[in-house]
T-cell receptor, first 112, second 113 residues
């Protein structure tokens, strides 16, 4: 059975801290790994990773994939209260099944 | 504006009364999918569709049906809803496969009494 495990499930930090969110997975036919941010409503896309070792960066957020382990991390530097959200990791499969398997998410709370 | 539109946004109904949640996208996307989100369980895929008339099961398809007669629409049908289907439902679409960034609708909160 395909599965995606995120850790920690919950995290509380102060503004300015740096956080690292983890995502490990076991799937039969890996195609890509995606990170989403979910605030009050629908998830919004952050990063898509397909190759090991290539960092994707957007402002204070960055992410990298290690297909050998396999896992991915999402880093947020100089956190702000607006970063408070649930961060979702999803793995897409291929080869007859085009499923998308999500982890349970990491709830990040950034206090002022 | 590119969007995925779900209706209704909220629904309270009773066990056994058939209901349909509609989903429509205006981006000419081929891939569409339904998810349910429950506390402690995260997002779980119910069904997905790679194109018109092509649908397949996700991880939790029991008790649900879908159809894809037109590219833009992907309704979710609960033929005989039960209380364990009370959940927050999201429809999403992407260009060609689930491996690409998905655009999500705003969600439908269903309560089955």
């Amino acid at each position: 059975e395909d599965k995606v495990v995120q850790s920690p499930l919950s995290l509380v930090v102060h503004e300015g801290d740096t956080v690292t969110l983890n995502c490990s997975y076991e799937v039969t036919n890996f195609r890509s790994l995606l990170w989403y941010k979910q605030e009050k409503k629908a998830p919004t896309f952050l990063f898509m990773l397909t190759s090991s070792g290539i960092e994707k960066k957007s402002g204070r957020l960055s992410s990298i994939l290690d297909k050998k382990e396999p896992f991915s991390i999402l880093n947020i530097t100089a956190t702000q209260t607006g970063d408070s959200a649930i961060y979702l990791c999803a793995v897409a499969t291929q080869g007859g099944s085009e499923k998308l398997v999500f982890g349970k998410g990491t709830k990040l709370t950034v206090n002022p | 504006e590119a969007q995925v539109t779900q209706n209704p946004r909220y629904l309270i109904t009773v066990t056994g009364k058939k209901l349909t949640v509609t989903c429509s996208q205006n981006m000419n996307h081929e891939y569409m999918s339904w998810y349910r989100q429950d506390p402690g369980l995260g997002l779980r895929q119910i069904y997905y569709s790679m194109n018109v008339e092509v649908t397949d099961k996700g991880d939790v398809p029991e008790g649900y049906k879908v159809s894809r007669k037109e590219k833009r629409n992907f309704p979710l049908i609960l033929e005989s809803p039960s209380p364990n289907q009370t959940s927050l439902y999201f429809c999403a679409s992407s260009f060609s496969t689930g491996s690409q960034p998905q655009h999500f609708g705003d969600g439908t909160r269903l309560s089955i009494l």
